[in-house]
């Protein structure tokens, strides 16, 4: 897995706050995951937060989600789950601490789920990563074929948004992020029908051209000197191709 940019763990305060009762229901690595790289975002799909118990509470009386027999828990029962995350569409991924059972609620859909996971012997940082490509095989009924990689809410990362506009002899965006790849090989590369990613060390955060948008380029990168530093040098490059900043952090 690859670590944009440098973690943040867990501070030991708050991992003493986390009830025992609760977290023997976690999923495998959960804990130890967030304890290694802290809260963020995995493969640009799954926001991994610490528990939260308070969230889901007024969604027992909301009415959003159909209950029958087949339902892991009653509506009565989603103010006793506990948040342990959300995807980026507002999916909740929780845990339901009085059966012991792992909860989907889908955002845009009308039953709430059980996950079922396969018993893991092992148990490490690297194990929940795993646990979260099964559960999106589950959900989805596809796997990620794409590298993974997890993105650490720092508190300390900047942006600039760019924009390329249209022109009868004006770069596409694909064209512009294999220029880029070329001009400044990343160190990781993560490319679908609707985006690319260019993922630098060095910048502590990425380059991401928005294909779906066809026009917006996006640079996320941390403070420190040498990221500044980075950031100057991409900065420059993509307006010499045409882009045209609309939103700079500075």
Known sequence: MYLVS????LPEGINRTIAEEVAACFPPGYLRFLRSFGEGTYS??????????EVLKPFAEYGLWEHDADSPITERQIGECVAIGTTVDGDFLAVHPPTAGL??????????TAVSLRAREQEDERTYASVLDEI????YGCGRERAAYYEPWTGTRSHL??????????LSLPDLSGMCRAAFPPDLSVE??????????TLGGYVRFNYANKQEVAVMYEQDAPAQEAFAAIRQWLVSKGCEPYSDSR
Do not use: A
Request: glycine share 6%; net charge positive.
């Open 192 to 201: 679908t029908d609707y985006s690319c990613h260019l993922f630098y060390q």
């Open 136 to 139: 999106y095989r589950q959900v």
């Open 161 to 170: 948004f760019l924009r390329l506009p249209p022109g009868l002899d004006q």
């Open 6 to 9: 440098r973690p943040k763990p």
């Open 44 to 53: 640009g799909w799954m926001n991994v937060q610490l528990p939260d118990p």
């Open 103 to 112: 909860i989907w609620l889908p955002r845009h859909g009308e039953q709430v």
